[in-house]
Antibody
């Protein structure tokens, strides 16, 4: 079964850090780009970051550039998102999502989501 | 404010065909054939319906179709069913530093 399992969310104070992980199974992880998409409570979807299949190309939204770092370990079928200098507006459910191609395009498999709450 | 504009809500009766529009600019929807559509039921992760304007992933019903004209993309749902009641989001590649953007979402109500 093709599956993504997100983890690592929680409550963190403004200015703090958190690392999200996504464990992939059921497909050849190294062949596809991967993405992080978030959804603030009661709001719409927002693309956060993407990484190519090899990890050589990374992309970030303007809202997280310089604060978040996406990475992948193709030997362990793992995707990560290191989030630093967190702000209240980063509060959201974070989804990892598999792409349809080796380069970022569209997201055909999604994790269950992990909640990140930034609050004092 | 979302970069792509979608109607906040649409509604239709079972069996009808419903279009949902997604309007952008020549820097996103109009400039690239990388438009995708997602369905999201409450409390669930989104599901990919259409990618690259009009390609349908395996397993997605052929009642869902996508198209694009100029700066506006459209998702059409034919033979509307009660289970189609959900939120729908479009997404597009952009030429800006934020490479991908979503629309604000459209809530579909099946009457």
């Amino acid at each position: 079964e093709v599956q993504l399992v997100d983890s690592g969310g929680g409550l963190v104070q403004p200015g703090g850090s958190l690392r999200l992980s996504c464990a992939a199974s059921g497909f050849t992880f190294r062949n596809y780009a991967m993405n992080w998409v978030r959804q603030a409570p009661g709001k719409g979807l927002e693309w956060v970051s993407a990484i190519s299949n090899s990890g050589g190309d990374t992309y970030y939204s303007d809202s997280v550039k310089g604060r978040f770092t996406i990475s992948r370990d193709n030997s362990k079928n793992m995707l990560s998102l290191q989030m630093d200098s967190l702000r209240a507006e980063d509060t959201a459910v974070y989804y990892c999502a598999k792409d349809v191609w080796p380069q970022p395009d569209a997201y055909d498999i999604w994790g269950q989501g992990t909640m990140v709450t930034v609050s004092s | 404010q979302s970069a792509l504009t979608q109607p906040a809500s649409v509604s239709g009766s079972p069996g009808q065909s419903i279009p949902i529009s997604c309007t952008g600019t020549s820097s996103d929807v109009g400039g690239y054939n990388f438009v995708s559509w997602y369905q999201q039921h409450p409390g669930k992760a989104p599901k990919l319906l259409i990618y690259d304007v009009n390609r349908r992933p395996s397993g997605v019903s052929d009642r869902f179709s996508g198209s694009k004209s100029g700066n506006t993309a459209s998702l059409t749902i034919s033979g509307l069913q009660a289970e189609d009641e959900a939120d729908y989001y479009c997404s597009s590649y952009t030429g800006s530093s934020t490479r991908w953007v979503f629309g604000g979402g459209t809530k579909l109500t099946v009457l």
